[in-house]
């Protein structure tokens, strides 16, 4: 069964620092890794896609890396902003998604 | 505009009633999902539907069941049965069901049991 675990489970940091979230899994058999943003009360918005052939995705300040071999992902925020504060979930898909619990994040003005 | 939609937003229940949670979705996607998430812990899959008239058992199916007699909506019943029902459930959609697919979720359904 795939496990899924993301460290640390909240982060606190000034405006204008970069970000980093991690992201493991035990089965590397995986088709693709997504990472998700939740605002408190709200839905899941996807925020980039990795399909297991390839090492990372890029969207704006956004740069997701993914090592398959060893089970890891990394989320990177560039510049952090206020905006930025959320909870940032990664699942990994082996036909289904399974889902860390979650980095909560704060951006402090 | 394409989405996901779910109603209620929040529904509050007496125990020992059925309570059905709706799911639509427009974006013609074939496969179709239900998750519960709880505080601290991530997404668990209840039930999936790849296809009209076809669904199985996720992860956490005690308590729960679903039919999908069209493709655009996907309804979930949490009945008597569910020991602990109280939590948020989030439906999603894809265009298929396994491989390199992105799943879309809709805005959630805060469910609280008393």
């Known amino acids: 069964k795939q496990e899924v675990t993301q460290i640390p489970a909240a982060l606190s940091v000034p405006e204008g620092e970069n970000l980093v979230l991690n992201c493991s899994f035990t089965d590397s058999a995986i088709y693709n890794l997504q990472w998700f943003r939740q605002d408190p009360g709200k839905g899941l918005t996807s925020l980039l896609l990795?399909?297991?052939?390839?090492r990372e995705q890029t969207s704006g300040r956004l740069n997701a890396s993914l090592d398959k071999s060893s089970g890891r992902s990394t989320l990177y925020i560039a510049a952090s902003q206020p905006g930025d504060s959320a909870t940032y979930l990664c699942?990994?898909?082996?036909?289904?998604?399974?889902f860390g619990a979650g980095t909560t994040v704060t951006v402090r003005a | 505009d394409g989405g996901i939609t779910q109603s209620p937003k929040y529904l509050f229940r007496k125990e020992g009633q059925n309570v059905t949670l709706s799911c639509e979705q427009n974006l013609n996607h074939d496969a179709m999902y239900w998750y519960r998430q709880d505080p601290g812990q991530g997404l668990r899959l209840i039930y999936y539907s790849q296809i009209v008239n076809d669904f199985q058992k996720g992860d956490i199916a005690e308590g729960y069941s679903v039919s999908r007699e069209k493709k655009e909506s996907f309804p979930l019943t949490v009945t008597s049965a569910q020991k602990n029902p109280t939590a948020f459930y989030l439906c999603?959609?894809?265009?298929?069901?396994?491989?390199?697919?992105?799943?879309?979720f809709g805005p959630g359904t805060r469910l609280t049991v008393t």
């Open positions: 699942a990994a898909n082996d036909y289904k998604l399974s």
């Open positions: 999603a959609s894809s265009i298929g069901l396994a491989g390199a697919y992105e799943q879309y």
């Open positions: 990795i399909q297991s052939s390839q």
